[in-house]
């Protein structure tokens, strides 16, 4: 037989070439717990699911996304159960009225109202008691740390002033604006846990829904409230493996599993700009839009007819004060618009952009089904050089930092002190 031993880097002194007893498969379990005596029934985690595939525009999961994803929301009620008992023994209760004012606010969100919204939740298998236990969890855990962990977080003048000098002497360094996903493994379920992460990267790249709703169900970091945002940062402030990982990606892609200590991240590089320096992409353009709207059943030819008339239309235009006159001659509409920062257009645009001239229109773009547009520049207010955060910027980052590092940290405890029986 060959030898499967493997360096032990765990720290738990496994022993080499070792052997399972029996067969015995993780993933298969019934979705009942018991927590602290708290019972999470398998209609929970239904409706769960329910409420996330509702929440990402009725997303359709197969048979085995499914199954993954109930695990998944298993291990996420569990902890939000534990966070829920927390904050009791903090005398942090949800009042029925606060979860009330809550949930129709959230059914104004989806444009309903709180009884069309029950039934709708109702409609796609989830119910309002689902989504007001995930209310109440997410409420219990933020009061529970502006009471137990906040007060105790503080930050130093001096530190704050130790960063304003290092982002002083870093300027035009890279930095960059990433989203992360968390998946927890150890020795245990390292390699499940991995081929889950290559499976959720299939996935995102499909592109049937954004990066955030994945990190909203799948990660298991702190930052899983806010859809995975790390926000803006530097390679040297990232984990080795991480920084490695970022400083080789191209805006818009996503990497991974990346192996890290206690478990594998996948990385979405939203942005990248370099520090206290101003980035041509932070121009805020005066455009003008013509749009030319196509019959409906227009063929490829017909459309690509059309928008050669168009481009020869638009390259004619003689400044902004033309365009109106123009777009009558062609039938098209127009639109002003004098707030679009060029980062915020789509990448292909945002080259054309950069390079126009005042008065200028950009190509035609556009499709067969939504008609041809074109954009003319009509002015353009460069960005100022970069300028430094303000110490209070710096100081509340560093401090929300701290409370979800804390925050991590107590869930960790939560865990190992649970008494957790599957049903």
């Known amino acids: 037989m060959s030898d499967q031993s493997v360096p032990d880097n765990t720290g738990l002194n496994l022993p080499t070439n070792l052997q399972i007893f029996g067969k015995v498969d993780p993933n298969v379990r019934k979705p009942t717990a018991i927590v602290n005596d708290s019972v999470i029934t398998g209609t929970d985690v239904d409706q769960r699911v329910a409420l996330i595939a509702m929440a990402n525009e009725g997303a359709k999961l197969s048979p085995e996304d499914r199954d993954r994803l109930k695990l998944q929301v298993l291990r996420q009620l569990i902890d939000e159960t534990l966070q829920i008992q927390e904050a009791k023994t903090a005398d942090i209760t949800i009042t029925p009225a ?107 790249q499909k592109g049937t829904q954004p990066f955030e709703s994945y990190a909203r169900q799948f990660s298991e970091a702190s930052t899983r409230a806010v859809g995975g945002d790390l926000g803006w940062v530097r390679a040297s402030t990232l984990p080795p493996e ?31 700009r370099q520090v206290l320096t101003a980035d041509p992409r932070d121009a805020r353009l005066s455009l003008k839009q013509l749009t030319l709207r196509f019959p409906p059943n227009t063929s490829q030819a017909q459309a690509a007819a059309r928008a050669e008339a168009f ?58 089904e939504q008609g041809v547009r074109a954009l003319v520049l009509c002015g353009r207010d460069d960005p100022q050089s970069g300028n430094l955060p303000s110490s209070e910027q710096i100081q509340g980052q560093l401090e929300q930092q701290r409370v979800n590092l804390r925050a991590q940290q107590k869930l960790r405890d939560l865990r190992r002190d649970a008494v957790v029986e599957y049903r």
């Open 311 to 368: 481009a020869r239309a638009t390259k004619d235009l003689r400044g902004c004060g033309t365009v109106e006159k123009v777009a009558a001659g062609i039938g098209a509409d127009v639109v002003d618009n004098d707030t679009v920062r060029i980062r915020d257009l789509p990448p292909q645009l945002q080259e054309v952009m950069l390079k126009l001239q005042v008065g200028e229109s950009s190509p035609p773009f556009g499709s067969a």
């Open 98 to 204: 606060e979860l009330t004012q809550s949930y129709d606010a959230v059914s104004k969100r989806f444009n309903r109202t709180p009884a069309t919204m029950a039934a709708y939740l109702r409609q796609t298998g989830s119910s309002d008691r689902s989504l007001k236990r995930q209310i109440e969890g997410e409420l219990a855990w933020q009061r529970y740390l502006r009471r137990r962990v906040e007060p105790f977080v503080n930050v130093g003048d001096e530190e704050v002033k130790g960063i304003i000098d290092r982002l002083e002497a870093a300027k035009g360094t890279d930095e960059f604006n990433l989203k992360e996903i968390y998946l927890a493994g150890n020795a245990t379920n390292g390699q499940q846990v991995y081929a889950n992460a290559r499976q959720l990267i299939q996935e995102i």
């Open 242 to 272: 991480l920084a490695q990982a970022t400083q080789s990606m191209q805006v818009g892609q996503v990497a991974g599993p990346i192996e890290v200590s206690g478990g594998y991240s996948i990385l979405y590089l939203t942005d990248k």
